[in-house]
């Protein structure tokens, strides 16, 4: 099967599309036919060798985990899915191939293209597990820092599912977009404290960060306390009293099936600014990397 693939660590050129043996179909999984990958930062972040050799004994790697396709085989055990069904999930062992197989999925909802449903797995789960860790009430307000992102996209429309009121930090080309999803838009920078007091006179209760850009030390002044605080992206927000987020506590995977649901009520979406062929995988990991992108980057098959 074809698959994309990279054999050492660096700039996107080291991606190719070469023909891999097809993955097996372990008890508790299942095979799809992909139809969709998702692109996260974090694809491209072990790409380039940013977190270090992670992965000397498994190179050459099929990268990507999130994907969206057909069910084509099922694994010993699982009764909740059948062949011919759509679903999105997490894959293990790389989803940038004609086949993967899946640890986690859910239902994809027939309206939800493939495109969009590849989008959501590792978004979807990081503001699910981020919204937990706040432990988000119906009624409090938080802000979300980068709001217009992938991450920022999902924790938005999950905390106004949830009842909560929500400033959302973005350019103000994505200020319009963020009303439509049930926030009130600030600009990001210096000075943020100053723009969250005027639209939140009576304080705020908690604050998602999911840009990283040094923004922990201003929210960390709005909200009760420190640790109310968190971020996905700012590993230095433990010095300033917050807290970081990187799945090591645990995933909050069933997150995936409350987004489908508030999907198939109109009360969920996820953008995708740019779709490539897999042939372009590079060429989708630059914008990835350039960072300047609503919603989600996905890989087509």
């Known amino acids: 099967m074809k ?3 990279y054999s050492e660590y660096g700039p996107s050129s080291v991606l190719r599309v070469v023909d891999v043996p097809e993955p097996q179909v372990p008890a508790g999984r299942i095979r799809i036919a992909v139809r969709a990958v998702g692109v996260n930062p974090y694809d491209w972040k072990v790409r380039s060798g940013a977190f270090g050799d ?3 004994s498994r190179l050459p790697v099929v990268p990507h985990s999130d994907a969206s396709g ?3 085989a099922v694994g010993a055990g699982v009764e909740d899915v059948a062949v011919g069904d759509e679903v999105f999930g997490v894959a293990v062992g790389g989803a940038a191939a004609e086949l993967a197989v899946l640890r986690f999925w859910t239902p994809k909802p027939a309206a939800m293209s493939f495109a969009e449903a590849a989008g959501l797995p590792s ?4 503001a699910g597990r981020a919204l937990e860790l706040l432990a988000l009430e119906k009624g409090q307000t938080v802000v979300v820092n980068g709001a217009a992102g992938g991450v920022g996209v ?5 905390a106004v599912a949830r009842g909560a009121a929500v400033i959302g930090t973005a350019s103000e080309r994505n200020h319009d977009f963020l009303r439509g999803l049930g926030a009130t838009p600030i600009t990001y920078g210096p000075g943020l ?7 939140a006179p009576n304080g705020i209760d908690a604050a998602l960060d999911t840009a990283g850009r040094g923004a922990v030390a201003d929210l960390v002044t709005l909200t009760p306390s420190p640790s109310d605080v968190v971020s996905i992206a700012d590993f230095e927000a433990p010095q300033h009293g917050a807290r970081v987020t990187d799945g090591s506590e645990g995933r909050a995977w069933p997150t995936l099936t409350e987004a489908a ?8 979406t996820m953008p995708v600014d740019h ?3 897999l042939s372009e995988a590079a060429a989708a990991h630059d914008l990835s990397e350039s960072g300047h992108v609503r919603g989600k980057i996905v890989l087509t098959l």
């Open 3 to 5: 698959a994309l693939q």
């Open 54 to 56: 992670t992965t000397p």
């Open 70 to 72: 057909v069910v084509e």
């Open 123 to 126: 978004v979807v789960e990081t």
């Open 154 to 158: 999902a924790a938005v429309q999950l």
């Open 193 to 199: 404290p100053d723009r969250v007091r005027a639209v």
């Open 261 to 268: 649901a508030l999907y198939m009520e109109g009360r969920f």
């Open 275 to 277: 779709t490539f062929p």
